[in-house]
């Protein structure tokens, strides 16, 4: 960590020790005519990988402190600022930890527009399981791979009410600076090249751009939002880098070369709509993608050359409640989601990225107990229908004594060893965490 974060790592511990000895407070402070709201929270989590890897530098135990702070400043003006910044200490490794800055912006609004300016995060998620169109922020796969928290992206935003009739809604989005992935590195569970010789290149000076303004070049994105029939249905159109990277050799002349990033423009236009009928639920998004200039690559296992051809990715489902299953206030939600893309059957190798779920389908139970302690149980999983994978997940959270929530999750992950994704196959664990909330 670099001196930047080590004062940001500061301020949160002060902020986490300030919030210790005044939680018995408000979490609102007048001061005249401005006022600050505050909330945050603390918590460790630990994960258990009960198969043994073949790559000896994979951990069995990962402990993970995080904190969460999250501050707002309001004004008489119409105009708000914004800080959440998020902790992570790994208690092992110090290529888990560091502070991400998710949020810190300032927000203008007025009856029927909002300008808002700084590091932000978005969300355009509507689907349970993976989301092909919640693609605006990069995520932090280090941390998790298949839950990946966000990065704040340095953004403009401007949104515009098209009148209370119509319910609809244009975005306008600008994002200035180019955020590179962070990819898991030897060492981690989620390590694709686990027991290969060859590393990722993670210095970000060394990462390469089909632009030359590299980092600088503008991104933008486009999204229209209406009440269609009972929906919440938007279209949006995106221009800027995709957000994977294609991994090629930093040296060309050595096979053994760490791999370095290359990050090539793109245009995404798609779908995503969300909607309730009575007892169901129904969602979906579509996302199809098409590179600016012809993409080109090296099958690392024949040495070919690959184009990568334009596709269509795609997340369609819905969830059934029944409520009062067992008890007047406990619900029981069914839900059923198809996930996959144009190209299913090409290999991993031939792809621009990781795309994971491309003949899936995911299925799960979640009942709520609707309680005090926000008691709830899921139990769901991914299953490719094309090939033998699963990925299951059983997962308990409730709320203890007013300002502190626990889960307890357990992972199982079935790969055949000829799977794109064999590397993954000794990342089934058991997670149990505590977090207190103020």
Excluded: C
């Amino acid at each position: 960590m670099n001196t930047r974060h080590w004062r940001l790592l500061f301020l949160v511990l002060f902020v986490v020790l300030l919030a210790s000895v005044s939680g018995a407070f408000s979490q609102s402070l007048s001061m005249g005519s401005l006022s600050l709201d505050y909330r945050g929270n603390l918590g460790l989590e630990a994960w258990y990988f009960p198969l043994e890897s073949s790559d000896s530098e994979q951990p069995d135990w990962v402990g993970t402190l995080q904190s969460d702070l999250d501050v707002t400043l309001r004004s008489p003006w119409n105009l708000d600022f914004r800080a959440n910044p998020a902790f992570y200490w790994d208690l092992e490794s110090e290529d888990r930890r560091r502070v991400n800055l998710r949020e810190l912006y300032l927000d203008w609004y007025k009856p029927h527009f909002e300008l808002r300016s700084g590091w932000q995060t978005f969300s355009w998620k509507t689907v349970e399981s993976y989301s092909p169109a919640d693609f605006l922020n990069q995520t932090d796969q280090e941390i998790d791979l298949l839950d990946a928290p966000k990065l704040g992206e340095p953004a403009i935003r401007s949104r515009f009410l098209l009148g209370d009739a119509l319910q609809s809604m244009l975005e306008l989005y600008y994002l200035s600076y180019f955020t590179p992935a962070r990819l898991p590195q030897h060492g981690n569970r989620y390590d694709f090249l686990a027991g290969s010789p060859i590393t990722l290149e993670t210095e970000t000076s060394q990462f390469q751009y089909l632009s030359s303004k590299e980092r600088w070049r503008p991104q933008g994105a486009l999204r229209y939002k209406a009440m269609l029939g009972g929906l919440d249905f938007s279209v949006f159109y995106f221009n800027g880098y995709a957000r994977y990277p294609e991994l090629t050799p930093a040296n060309p002349s050595n096979p053994l070369s760490p791999l370095t990033h290359r990050y090539h423009p793109v245009h995404k236009a798609g779908t995503f709509f969300q909607g309730a009928f009575g007892n169901w639920l129904w969602k979906g998004e579509g996302v199809y993608t098409q590179y600016e200039e012809k993409y080109t690559m090296t099958n690392f296992s024949n040495g070919k050359l690959i184009t990568v051809d334009p596709y269509f990715s795609y997340t369609l489902g819905f969830e059934y409640t029944l409520y009062g299953i067992a008890f007047e206030a406990h619900d029981l939600g069914l839900l059923l989601e198809a996930l996959g893309d144009s190209h299913p059957d090409a290999s991993l190798s031939e792809l621009d990225g990781f795309r994971a779920f491309r003949s899936h389908i995911f299925a799960g139970l979640r009942y709520v107990f609707n309680n005090t302690s926000d008691r709830s149980i899921l139990l769901g999983g991914f299953a490719n229908y094309r090939k033998p994978e699963f990925i299951t997940q059983l997962k308990y959270e409730e709320r203890l004594l007013k300002h502190f929530k626990a889960n307890v999750e357990l992972q199982a992950v079935y790969l055949e060893s000829s799977s794109d994704l064999n590397a993954l196959r000794h990342s089934g664990r058991a997670t149990a965490g505590i977090v207190w909330y103020w």
